[in-house]
């Protein structure tokens, strides 16, 4: 692994521009639960797959208002780990490093990384369903105009449904942010592609454009992943334990 560890080491430290690519999997030492983790307690007779999609909310949308709310609790109660702080250290020490995360948390910017993009939007955020008054209808649920006796919580301006303010499975994600990862990933050195099983689209196009356009990639993850064949250098283990390590392999090539 040592080896791994300085191959990418040199290519992080010998790179114009980086995009991290995060995943579900940085968080998990933080102990916010992997998407396709098994879920615990009342969750786990659900799929997330089934509760994060319009349908779902429509078909019921207590159930799925609750199940972001007991997510956003964990996430409230959680704290970045030293996998997201070495990422924010990596940002500060290089300058051109830019994290595209397809997390609904806020953990890498609790971190210190300063350029984040959010693919998938921000689990913190809430909105009217229907973006009555535009795209996104954001709305502060510490509002006292918004009842939140009602689950979901009513919106202030047309009374109808509120909504985390995420992107769900078949819904698009949002323009300026796709186009952003999608031209950084075209043009980047290096992409290190951390914690991500790589199934959901389009995010898990990027590694592959960055490949396309002669760039190099490196996998942080215990498991054998959909970018595991496409890396060029493939760091199995925990982002937490892996990614100070590059750090620090960095410095040593001072
Ligand atoms: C769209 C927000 C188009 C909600 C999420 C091709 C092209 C375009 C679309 C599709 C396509 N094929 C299929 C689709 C449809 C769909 C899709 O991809 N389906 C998949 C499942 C087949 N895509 C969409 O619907 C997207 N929309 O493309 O719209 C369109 C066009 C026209 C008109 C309408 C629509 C929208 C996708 C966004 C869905 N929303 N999240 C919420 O969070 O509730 S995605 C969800 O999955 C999370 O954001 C999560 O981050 C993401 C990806 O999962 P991972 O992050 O990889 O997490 P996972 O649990 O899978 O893996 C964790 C990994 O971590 C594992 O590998 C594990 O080994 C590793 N790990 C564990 N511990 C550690 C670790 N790694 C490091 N350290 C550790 N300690």
């Known amino acids: 692994m ?23 999997g940085v968080s998990a030492e ?22 994060a999609t319009p349908a779902a909310f429509t078909r019921n949308p207590r159930l799925v208002w609750e199940w972001y709310a007991s997510r956003r609790e964990i996430i409230g109660q959680s704290e970045p780990n030293a996998g997201h702080f070495a990422l924010a250290q990596l940002e500060a020490q290089h300058g051109h490093v830019t994290v595209v995360t397809q997390n609904v948390d806020n953990l890498h910017e609790r971190a210190g990384s300063q350029d984040v993009i959010h693919l998938h939007g921000n689990i913190m955020r809430t909105k009217c369903f229907y973006d009555c008054q535009g795209n996104p209808t954001l709305v502060d649920l510490s509002d ?16 109808r449904w509120l909504r985390p303010d995420v992107v769900w499975f078949g819904e698009i994600l949002p323009a300026r942010a ?11 050195d290096v992409q290190l592609v951390v914690g991500t099983s790589g199934l959901v689209e389009p995010a ?26 496409i890396a060029d250098v493939s760091l199995r283990g925990a982002s937490g334990e892996v990614l100070p390590q590059v750090l620090q392999a960095m410095a040593s090539l001072a």
Not at 2 to 24: E, S
Request: glycine share 8%; net charge neutral.
């Open 144 to 159: 006292p105009a918004i009842n939140t006796d009602a689950l979901p919580p009513l919106c202030p301006h047309c009374g």
């Open 2 to 24: 040592d080896q791994l560890i300085q191959q990418a080491a040199r290519l992080l430290r010998a790179a114009q521009q980086i995009v991290v690519m995060t995943g579900a």
């Open 178 to 188: 796709l186009e952003r990862a999608m031209t950084l990933s075209e043009g980047c």
């Open 30 to 51: 933080s102990g916010v639960p992997t998407f396709r983790e098994a879920q615990t307690g009342l969750w786990a007779q659900y799929d997330p797959q089934d509760l």
């Open 204 to 229: 898990a196009g990027l590694p592959r454009i960055t490949k396309q356009h002669g760039g190099k990639v490196i996998v942080v993850n215990p498991d054998h992943t959909m970018h595991t064949r």
